[in-house]
């Protein structure tokens, strides 16, 4: 592997995939050598595991470190394993990554047939686990289509709308673009929620679906400015968050 005695610095171009997880095992020894933290070398147990988007974790246990990498690292270029195997070991070791590592690491992720690539898969295997749309209290596809005739004169693509299996009181709303899907949590299929709340949340997803989200370099712009004066709209939008805001803070 000739590629992966290089520095992370600045080489994010070249293409040659890294492939194995041997390779991948062999990637952060080096950078671990590199490092040199601490003076013993953890075990390391490295997997390529068919996660639904473009994760990456790392645990380290009784000399063990046990690193699980989504399978589309495996199609990086080895220069970009070594960048995220220096993020990560800096992780645990408590040190800052350096700069050349996370610009390496970012340029690929925020490659756009990249973020294509990854988008593909978590359509295909990240399928949302919802409950049906028409709750106890509240039929979300009613809200929706409301909602749509309202303020998008119906022009809204139908989304697949549901609630959440578990009644989350930290998430209360998500739009999942890969499934064009908007999730609403349990919690708020209640009696004590206001109409207005649940529609508001769900408008606020809508806008998702109607704003997708904006890449400025590397950065996500998830509610763009435009997004929030549309959301404005909402009739009850100051008393729908300050209502959110209060129940479950
Ligand atoms: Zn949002």
Redesign the pocket.
């Known amino acids: 592997m000739p590629l992966a005695s290089q520095s992370a610095g600045g080489q994010c171009a070249l293409p040659l995939p890294l492939g194995t997880s041997e390779a991948a095992r062999e990637a952060f020894e080096r950078v671990f050598r590199r490092l040199r933290t601490v003076p013993q070398a953890p075990a390391f147990d490295i997997e390529f595991r068919p996660f639904a988007g473009l994760r990456s974790q790392i645990t380290l246990r009784d000399g063990r470190a046990c690193v699980r990498l989504s399978d589309l690292f495996s199609e990086a270029p080895a220069i970009v394993v070594e960048a995220l195997a220096e993020i990560l070991l800096a992780r645990v070791y408590r040190l800052p990554p350096s700069p050349e590592a996370r610009r390496c690491y970012l340029s690929w992720v925020c490659n756009p047939a990249v973020r294509e690539r990854s988008e593909e898969i978590r359509r295909a295997r990240g399928r949302p686990r919802v409950l049906p749309p028409q709750g106890k209290y509240f039929d979300l596809d009613a809200i929706f289509s409301g909602l749509n005739r309202r303020f998008f004169n119906g022009d809204l693509p139908t989304c697949r709308l549901g609630w959440t299996p578990r009644a989350s009181r930290t998430v209360l709303g998500r ?1 999942d673009p890969a499934h064009r899907a908007i999730i609403v949590s349990k919690s708020l299929d209640a009696a004590s929620v206001p109409r207005y709340v649940v529609e508001y949340l769900v408008f ?2 809508m ?2 679906a109607r704003f997708p989200l904006e890449w400025r370099g590397c950065r996500r712009v ?2 763009s400015s435009e997004f929030r004066a549309v959301e404005k709209r909402f009739p009850h939008y100051h008393k729908a968050r300050a209502r959110l805001k209060h129940a479950f803070a």
């Open positions: 739009y606020h997803e806008l998702h998830i509610h």
